[in-house]
């Protein structure tokens, strides 16, 4: 068994300011024995406008944040799975990435988001990520670390099992989502769903989440969870108002990877689809 650390904050569009917040989860992630940090969504930044989002954009050579974070894994020796944003092609709009920070400091993986975040819930917010965010074309195949074989995904990517099935046939062990997840949708989805994505895949979900008021416009559940294979959340950090008495503070919590409590659940309930009938696409006559 060994140790994974998920990380709670809340960004704003200074990255200074959340780098500093990201490198104290870090050091307490070391102190733990975690061997892996894992980061939410847009950890980099949260800007208050898509203009914003556009124009804070770093590539991850030029940005101050992420050579931060390079340093931290290297320093301690912690891989680290963080949000981040980078530049898409022409000047209209970003990618939202994922990318994963081995224990010497490299950049070794990098994901981007396929699925977008636009919604418009009623008394609640307006949100459109296509207006800033370039979706992706592409699934990342599982990678192996130490906490098992990984399998990168990002908050709205929750909403579509079909994506996380794949990534399981694929070899994945352990499926991440950092998010930004709402507070409406966060009430009544957020630990459904990663505990339904457990379930169906028989794997460990580590979804680190971003927590309270970004600005006046904006702000995020939190909830990061861990959760094992059998659906039941190992670990779980708190909301806004445990944010908010906390000092605004970023938080952390740990839980244990068991392969081998994988390897069982697998064994005693495989799962086998009819892919021979699923696969298949009907067409009208």
């Known amino acids: 068994m060994v140790i994974a650390a998920v990380g709670q904050l809340c960004s704003t569009s200074s990255m200074s300011h959340n780098l500093a917040q990201c490198q104290t989860l870090v050091r307490k992630a070391d102190a733990a024995g975690a061997k892996?940090?894992?980061?939410?969504?847009?950890?980099?930044?949260?800007?208050?406008?898509?203009?914003?989002t556009v124009s804070l954009v770093r590539s991850t050579e030029n940005s101050l944040f992420v050579k931060g974070l390079q340093?931290?894994?290297?320093?301690?020796?912690?891989?680290?799975?963080?949000?981040?944003?980078?530049?898409?092609?022409?000047?209209?709009?970003?990618?939202?990435?994922?990318?994963?920070?081995?224990?010497?400091?490299?950049?070794?993986?990098?994901?981007?988001?396929?699925?977008?975040?636009?919604?418009?819930?009623?008394?609640?917010?307006?949100?459109k990520e296509s207006n800033s965010v370039e979706p992706g074309s592409a699934i990342l195949p599982p990678f192996e670390t130490g906490l098992g074989l990984l399998g990168l995904m990002i908050c709205f990517d929750l909403r579509f099992p079909a994506l996380s099935a794949r990534i399981r046939d694929l070899g994945a062990q352990v499926l991440t989502y950092p998010s930004a997840f709402t507070v409406p949708?966060?009430?009544?989805?957020?630990?459904?769903?990663?505990?339904?994505?457990?379930?169906?895949?028989?794997?460990?979900?580590?979804?680190?989440?971003?927590?309270?008021?970004?600005?006046?416009?904006?702000?995020?559940?939190?909830?990061?969870?861990?959760?094992?294979?059998?659906?039941?959340?190992?670990?779980?950090?708190?909301?806004?108002?445990?944010?908010?008495?906390?000092?605004?503070?970023?938080?952390?919590?740990?839980?244990?990877?068991?392969?081998?409590?994988?390897?069982?659940?697998?064994?005693?309930?495989?799962?086998?689809?009819?892919?021979?009938?699923l696969d298949v696409v009907e067409r009208p006559n």
């Not at 970003?94 to 819930?121: P, S």
Request: proline letters at 5%; glycine letters at 8%; hydrophobic letters at 40%.
């Open 36 to 52: 892996a940090l894992f980061l939410p969504e847009a950890s980099d930044y949260i800007a208050l406008s898509p203009a914003e």
């Open 71 to 127: 340093d931290e894994a290297k320093h301690y020796k912690l891989p680290i799975n963080v949000g981040i944003h980078e530049p898409a092609t022409g000047a209209k709009r970003v990618k939202n990435t994922l990318i994963w920070i081995d224990e010497k400091g490299d950049l070794v993986q990098r994901y981007q988001k396929l699925h977008l975040f636009d919604v418009e819930i009623k008394d609640g917010p307006i949100l």
């Open 185 to 277: 949708t966060g009430k009544v989805h957020w630990e459904t769903l990663l505990r339904a994505r457990a379930i169906e895949t028989q794997s460990y979900v580590i979804a680190a989440a971003q927590v309270g008021a970004h600005d006046e416009k904006r702000t995020s559940y939190g909830h990061s969870m861990i959760v094992d294979p059998w659906g039941k959340v190992v670990c779980e950090l708190g909301g806004v108002e445990d944010w908010e008495t906390a000092s605004r503070e970023p938080s952390i919590g740990f839980g244990e990877v068991n392969l081998e409590l994988l390897g069982k659940v697998r064994r005693e309930m495989p799962l086998r689809p009819r892919r021979d009938i």
